[in-house]
């Protein structure tokens, strides 16, 4: 539509216009005023509902028994013995009268393995080793698969056609662990009833004697007796990478672009390899092959080689391995320096730690947990919990012949009674206590576990802190003044205010909006009623039967709406002469007992509850959609209602500057006519 602007009457229609359009919007400014009001409530009870929900976190802390039962412990002499102590343990006294032995942890040394740089690759070491370091030839691999949740199903990736097949004499070498559990491979399907073990096959097919679920971890450490690397090489290329280090130079075949070449001669002392034909080199220390020209894009290659390799196996019992120890086999590459064998062993679940002694040459292993856990009353010789295979381990690291001292239990005497463990740091009873020294000079030393008084008040004066933080805010809110001449602003006159202007008439606008709220006052009044009813069940005092019984009362000033304050000596009395009283009358009672048997914290999370529920389908939270709350569906109509009235407020536009155009080209064609008059009566004198 055209709309003219006041050229024949010379009128402001525009400033018309938008003065009658104020008068006609005035019934929308109010719809969104209305609409912003609901959108403060929303904000201010769901801001009550997390102070609600942030005062249930305590509550359900309170319901806990260790906030009633913490117990402190005395030692008479603590650099004999010391001990900390649960909420589950007793008042209660304990006299250690000797100590005979403490608890100590099996370890080995060997005689010293020779002048070795652990940080070094064991393959350039080789000759430092006392004892000497013995090669195998194959591959080693490592693969993670997927349980499928069958028994068979799952296969390693091997390219079985040119040679790369499970060494198959060699599997009890080898490691499979489902989800961190350990199978024993075995070298068939014949599997031993309760045990967890898995048979690999020449081709990787493995097959475990029971179940592996779905989604299970499965990690296989295996040996080939070849491993294949393929790959297809850039334009210009004159290198190649092989996946291992220290490769054998016998039966190394390498194929590029469908032409063999194999290893003519071996220079030792650069360990570099010539390829027939001249086609280039290898250095069997990286795994690098180098071409003696570019090749061309995308041509094929494909290597087939062994390398170097050794293995060993650690066996421990441990606390928690019962009659089998537990087994960790080790596949060592000789590009692995002896530093990353140790880490590899110190990470492992053989129950271990072992470190290298550069200035000595020798090695120390020691299991992790102190104490004596096999000792077979059929075997003449004492056992030790330790045991390792493997040349590796025995010869060249020479644990085979090293010096062994057996782990030892602690043996001490407590309240007359001798007894053993396999730690310094036990629990009896819920005490937590740990052995310091040897001692048995007819003093005793004694450990008093006493109820923590102080501990109790304070988690108790906390609670009654958050209960007057609540009180507090949802009474600020509720007795909040109203000023009801300070609506939401219209755009039009934020437009005439200062930002700090807003804020200030916002502020004002905002107040009160939940004043005498009747969710919220009743949720007062049920949580001061709850906390004041008496409580009454098989587990309560009658003498400390209410909170006022223990110290706990209102204040005395009405304005604070029910807050409490706590009577510091009366309530420590009662927690230190009768705590399970206390108790009672805070958690006692089951959560389903009648109203007036459960303790004031059951009652007070259903209050809290309820109150939160009410809130809830009064204002939703932050994932509610608005057709899930009371307050959300009257925006959603606002919303509405709002819509369609803008849209005619469009065509009320419409109609005045449809009117006002006709007005103008009425009043343009009175001048045309007039002009047209004046000139013929001009024209005729």
């Not at 359009?21 to 009870?45: N, S, T, V």
């Not at 070795?116 to 080693?140: E, H, I, M, P, R």
């Not at 690397?229 to 290329?237: M, P, R, V």
């Amino acid at each position: 539509m055209v709309r003219i602007g006041g050229l024949a009457s010379g009128m402001d229609i525009d400033s018309l216009v938008k003065d009658l359009m104020k008068a006609e919007r005035l019934p929308l400014d109010k719809l969104k005023q209305k609409k912003q009001i609901l959108e403060w409530q929303r904000d201010d009870y769901r801001a009550m509902n997390t102070l609600l929900l942030d005062f249930r976190t305590q509550l359900t802390q309170m319901k806990l028994t260790t906030q009633y039962r913490a117990r402190t412990v005395t030692s008479s002499d603590e650099s004999r013995i010391t001990a900390t102590a649960t909420s589950a343990a007793s008042q209660a006294s304990y006299s250690i009268s000797k100590v005979t032995k403490l608890a100590s942890a099996e370890n080995w040394v060997t005689n010293g393995v020779g002048t070795v740089d652990s940080s070094k690759s064991l393959a350039s070491q080789t000759s430092n080793f006392t004892a000497g370091l013995t090669w195998q030839k194959g591959a080693v691999g490592s693969s993670n698969l997927v349980g499928n949740g069958s028994t068979t199903g799952l296969k390693l990736d091997l390219a079985a056609s040119d040679g790369e097949t499970i060494k198959t004499d060699d599997l009890a070498k080898m490691s499979v662990k489902v989800n961190g559990v350990a199978y024993e491979v075995v070298s068939s399907t014949s599997f031993t009833t309760g045990k967890n073990q898995v048979h690999i096959d020449a081709n990787g097919s493995l097959t475990f004697s029971n179940t592996v679920a779905a989604g299970a971890t499965v990690k296989v450490n295996y040996i080939t007796n070849n491993k294949v690397q393929t790959g297809s090489l850039a334009d210009g290329a004159k290198s190649f990478q092989l996946n291992k280090k220290n490769i054998v130079a016998d039966d190394f075949r390498l194929t590029v672009g469908g032409t063999d070449y194999s290893i003519t001669s071996v220079d030792p002392a650069t360990n570099v390899g010539q390829l027939s034909n001249g086609f280039g080199s290898i250095n069997l220390t990286t795994g690098e092959i180098t071409f003696n020209a570019a090749q061309t894009a995308d041509t094929e290659i494909k290597a087939v080689y062994q390398q170097e390799y050794a293995d060993f196996s650690i066996s421990a019992y441990t606390s928690a391995s019962g009659n089998e120890p537990v087994k960790e086999n080790f596949l060592i590459e000789s590009s692995e320096s002896l530093n990353s064998v140790i880490n590899r062993v110190n990470s492992s679940k053989a129950g271990v730690s072992m470190f290298f002694d550069s200035a000595t040459g020798k090695i120390s292993m020691m299991r992790t947990e102190t104490g004596d856990f096999y000792d077979d009353p059929n075997t003449p010789e004492r056992d030790y919990d330790i045991s390792v295979t493997g040349d590796f381990a025995s010869v060249t690291l020479g644990f085979s012949s090293a010096a062994k001292t057996h782990g030892e239990n602690a043996a001490f005497v407590i309240n007359g009674l001798s007894t053993t463990r396999h730690s310094n740091t036990f629990d009896l009873n819920g005490v937590n206590i740990t052995l310091k020294k040897e001692f048995d000079d007819g003093t005793s030393a004694s450990l008093s576990i006493n109820n923590d008084g102080n501990k109790v008040f304070e988690n108790i004066k906390s609670f009654v802190d958050k209960y007057n933080e609540l009180i507090g805010k949802i009474n600020g809110k509720t007795s909040e003044e109203k000023y009801r001449s300070y609506t939401p602003l219209t755009d039009e006159q934020r437009e005439q205010l200062s930002d700090k202007q807003q804020e200030l008439w916002e502020e004002k606008a905002k107040s009160g909006l939940l004043r005498r709220d009747s969710i919220l006052t009743s949720a007062l009044s049920s949580m001061r009623m709850k906390m004041y009813q008496p409580v009454s069940n098989n587990d309560i005092n009658p003498l400390y039967n209410q909170l006022a019984s223990i110290g706990i009362t209102t204040t005395s000033n009405y304005l604070e709406g029910g807050k409490l304050e706590i009577n510091e000596a009366k309530l420590k009395e009662a927690i230190n002469n009768n705590p399970d009283a206390v108790e009672a009358l805070f958690r006692g009672g089951s959560e389903s007992a009648a109203e007036g048997e459960k303790g004031i914290i059951h009652r007070l999370y259903d209050s809290v509850n309820e109150t939160m529920n009410k809130l809830k389908e009064k204002a939703g939270n932050s994932f509610s959609t608005n057709q899930q709350f009371a307050l959300g569906r009257t925006l959603s109509d606002l919303d509405s209602r709002i819509g369609r009235f803008e849209e005619r407020m469009i065509q009320v536009e419409d109609r005045y500057w449809r009117q006002f155009t006709a007005m103008e080209k009425a009043i343009q064609r009175s001048n045309e006519q007039s002009m047209f008059l004046m000139n013929q009566f001009g024209g005729g004198m």
